[in-house]
């Protein structure tokens, strides 16, 4: 059966999320669990640490391209931190390849140095996204002042497990557990509750307090 580089990175994807060992399987068994001849394997990805980095980089690529669009958009920072929630989670659920982001957690050496500076790159850039809404639904008075980066840490950790336990023929869906989530974080953001241990302040403070320091007023 002929199949194009997309077709075999979905195909390897689905056998790596279904349980297929990414250690343990060779490029043959590889071929002939995805339908594909060796070689054919071997034309688009000389090794098995590149396959894995391409189906990463695939996913965490339309991750980004779609949190980018979310957060650019008019509206305000609590409306946009919802959406994102529930198409973090329309992805994961569509997507094969997001468990193989777990595969990085303990296999750090499952794809190359350079490929996984390049993965934790993109990752990052993610994750700012959030920090980014967080920050500016604090500054805009939508949020209470909390320590950012920590609560995104938590966000994105509920939003990652998501995968390993939800059912799809399940009692509920994927945009019904995006509203639990979406009303468990904006009520635990909400401006009427005290601000949080160790909180950042509002953007706008710390660059008017940038701003002394720098001319050295006070």
Not at 48 to 53: F, G, M
Not at 165 to 178: I, K, N, Q, R
């Amino acid at each position: 059966m002929r199949r194009d580089r997309d077709e075999i990175l979905k195909a390897a994807a689905r056998y790596f999320s279904n349980g297929g060992g990414f250690r343990t399987t060779s490029m043959q068994e590889m071929a002939e669990a995805i339908d594909v001849s060796r070689s054919a394997l071997y034309y688009h990805f000389t090794e098995k640490s590149d396959l894995l980095y391409e189906i990463l980089m695939l996913v965490i690529d339309e991750f980004c391209n779609r949190a980018r669009e979310i957060a650019d958009y008019p509206l305000p920072a609590a409306q946009r931190l919802s959406l994102l929630i529930r198409a973090a989670l329309k992805l994961e659920t569509e997507n094969p390849g997001v468990p193989l982001v777990i595969v990085l957690r303990s296999d750090a050496d499952s794809i190359k140095p350079e490929q996984r500076a390049a993965y934790v790159k993109r990752r990052d850039e993610y994750e700012a996204y959030y920090r980014r809404l967080i920050d500016e639904g604090i500054t805009a008075g939508e949020f209470r002042p909390v320590n950012t980066k920590i609560t995104t840490f938590a966000l994105l950790g509920m939003l990652e497990e998501f995968d390993g336990w939800f059912d799809p023929d399940g009692p509920l869906t994927s945009d019904e557990v995006a509203e639990i989530f979406t009303d468990f974080v904006l009520s635990s953001l909400a401006p009427d509750r005290p601000a949080g241990p160790l909180s950042d302040p509002p953007t706008a403070a710390r660059s008017t307090r940038s701003a002394k320091r720098r001319t050295g007023s006070r």
